[in-house]
């Protein structure tokens, strides 16, 4: 991606880094959000922080990632932030996001959830957001690498793969494909070949 190795190293990153940042993150900001609210609320603001994690993951993949522009700095920023991921789907060391950019993004929301729930709310909205960011780079680099046994695995995959290697203009919710749905950029069912 880049020129000079050092700096190209920022840009690749082990899938096993998103679990050894993010885990305890996630366990603190539970911790903190579990002691500052009651038990119940404490649920459900995880469930609206996964929510709001599924509605970021297909609507960041959808506007910023294909966001395609014609010409100019954007043209090279656009490969770098997806377009190299699509020009190399099989490299194992480009599937997940590097923590010089997932780090930053998620103290952004964190910030955000902190300010729009308030302190117990906040640590339990981020903890749900943050628990649907770490599911959904471990189903990414699963679906590209690993080897789906069960129906729901399988279907992630099919609806990845066809996202790569037919329509890159549909498919984009990754862990949660439902949204595609909702929004209208289900991939078409391919019809039985004889």
């Given amino acids: 991606m880049f020129d000079r190795p050092w700096m190209d190293r920022f840009t690749r990153v082990h899938v096993a880094v998103v679990p050894l940042i993010f885990v305890p993150a996630i366990l603190i900001m539970g ?7 009651a038990t119940w609320r404490f649920f459900a603001y995880l469930a609206v922080g996964y929510v709001l994690w599924t509605l970021t993951e297909y609507w960041l993949h959808r506007v910023v990632f294909h966001f395609e522009p014609e010409q100019g700095i954007g043209v090279r920023l656009h490969w770098m932030i997806h377009g190299v991921h699509h020009d190399h789907p099989n490299d194992p ?18 910030i955000a959830w902190q300010l729009l729930f308030g302190w117990g709310g906040g640590w339990s909205v981020s903890a749900g957001f943050l628990a649907g960011y770490l599911g959904y780079d471990l189903i990414h680099y699963f679906v590209h690498h690993g080897k789906p046994r069960g129906a729901i ?25 439902y949204w595609d749905r909702v929004f209208g950029t289900a991939p078409r069912r391919r019809r039985p070949t004889r």
């Avoid at 911790?31 to 609210?37: D, K, L, M, R, S």
């Avoid at 480009?94 to 010089?100: I, Q």
């Avoid at 203009?169 to 862990?175: F, H, N, R």
């Fill in 93 to 110: 060391m480009r599937l997940v996001m590097p923590p010089s950019a997932s780090i930053p993004l998620a103290t952004v929301f964190v």
């Fill in 31 to 37: 911790y903190v959000g579990a002691t500052n609210t």
């Fill in 153 to 177: 695995g399988r279907k992630l995959r099919e609806l990845h793969m066809r996202h790569h290697f037919e329509d890159d203009t549909v498919g984009y919710g990754i862990s949660a494909p």
